[in-house]
């Protein structure tokens, strides 16, 4: 799936799609969302699939039933998953428990899994095959908020494609619900984390008090054309895959100091610095890179055990293009591993107010770029009886209407390799020039560290 042309061309037979309720009644209430929850850059849908292989063993189950009857067991526990997104005064959202279901699509295709060849991330050039988007079923309110689709594959394989609304929950939430999914489908009968609600855990306070700086949220203008979704036609999606090879080129750019930073904060600093360039952002202009920081560890107390609401913060690295690109890149890697630190208990709940006091303001987008690392939610690991998937995670990157967004997945190259494929969405000829500077930089060309391997960029 590495691109169009090579795409196996297929046809999916698409059942009418129904709607799965929990197996039994849950409670009809309304259930307030955390202002955590309801900002404006999470009220979007996010894509995921997963690529199962034939398991012998499993020869005489139907993953579209094994799947469905799961998911109608994990509503029964989830049950605001089959409710409905309302909106009140101020633009506050709520989750109306109307027991109305999600989505769910059964679907066969006249293809077999080893046509799809090595290369199995994004972009999925069939995706819209594979996850029917059902009439108005992108909308935030009144629609539902989990829509799934089970497609068999001839060889005996099927994947799982699934969307969810973000005001629900955030990754390490949708990690925990698709635990409980992959238990039912296994007989359990209740979750081994039963889920938390406690929304108003992170709700603003009173009065609402902005006590931190968010550079996230500013109001910029956008100034130069192409460094925002403004011209989405153009924009094109490619993977970039990161083994153990490409990311020891990295390390071996930083100075000492900085020899014990993640890798998370290498693949973001040369990201960053690749992007800017590739975009010819003129050096007087300040650059962001917002990196999302999982909240719940650094509250106190920490929120209860099964919270599966939103508990993220997307704090922004701010300097310029000219300084981005002109310092080696142990500079970017300085400016994220400070950023990271600066997500406290008083910025979470500073957050929090400040989405009442600006009504639930947009992140800026305005060269701008926001990386979430998903390696620790281990979505290849969900195992429904047919073994751990092939591909596990985001089926593209981006973030609503902020298509430059790139999210990080764990994932085995066709050579066996472990490693990260990293999904970016850029302008073509952006694309193109964005390649050649990850290629440099392996490459160690301009570079005041000459003493890394020689390497060329694997992309995917």
Known sequence: MASASSSPKFTVRRCQPQLVVPAVPTPHEV?????????EALRFHVPFIQIYRKQASMAEKDPVQVIRQALSQTLVFYYP????????????????????????????????????????????????????????????????????????????GFILAFCFNHIMCDGAGLSQFMSTWVEMAHGATKPSIPPVWRRELLMARHPPRITCNHRE???????????????????????????????????????????HCTTFDLITACIWRCRTKALQIKADEDVRMMVIVNGRGRLNPRLPVGYYGNAIAYPA??????????????????LIKKLKGEVTEEYMHSVADLMVIKDRCMITTVRSCIISDLTRLKLREADFGWGEAVYGGVAEG???????????????????????????????KAM????????????????????SPSLTMSTL
């Open 317 to 334: 690295a701010v300097t310029t293009a000219g300084k981005l690109c002109e310092n080696p890149v142990g500079y970017a890697v300085e």
């Open 81 to 156: 998953f089959a409710g409905r997104l309302r909106e009140g005064p101020h633009r506050k959202l709520m989750v109306d428990c109307t027991g109305e279901g999600a989505m769910f699509v059964e679907a066969d295709a006249d293809v077999t899994l080893d046509q799809f060849g090595d290369s199995l991330q994004p972009p999925f050039p069939c995706f819209h095959e594979l996850l029917y988007h059902v009439p108005a079923s992108h909308q935030i309110t009144n629609t539902p908020l989990l829509l799934v689709q089970v497609t068999r594959l001839r060889c005996g």
């Open 31 to 39: 259930k307030p969302l955390s202002d955590i929850d309801d900002q």
């Open 217 to 259: 949220y500013e109001h910029v203008p956008d100034t130069v054309k192409g460094t925002h979704a403004s011209n989405d036609h153009d924009m094109v999606l490619r993977s970039f895959f990161f083994g153990p090879s490409q990311i020891a080129a990295i390390r071996g750019l930083v100075p000492l100091h900085l020899q």
């Open 398 to 428: 981006g973030a609503g209407s902020f298509l430059e967004a790139t999210y990080q997945v764990l994932h085995r190259s066709a050579k066996g390799e472990e490693g990260i494929v990293l999904p970016i969405w850029l302008p073509a």
């Open 432 to 451: 193109d020039r964005f390649a050649k500077e990850l290629d440099a930089m392996f490459s160690n060309q301009n570079q005041s560290n000459t003493g």
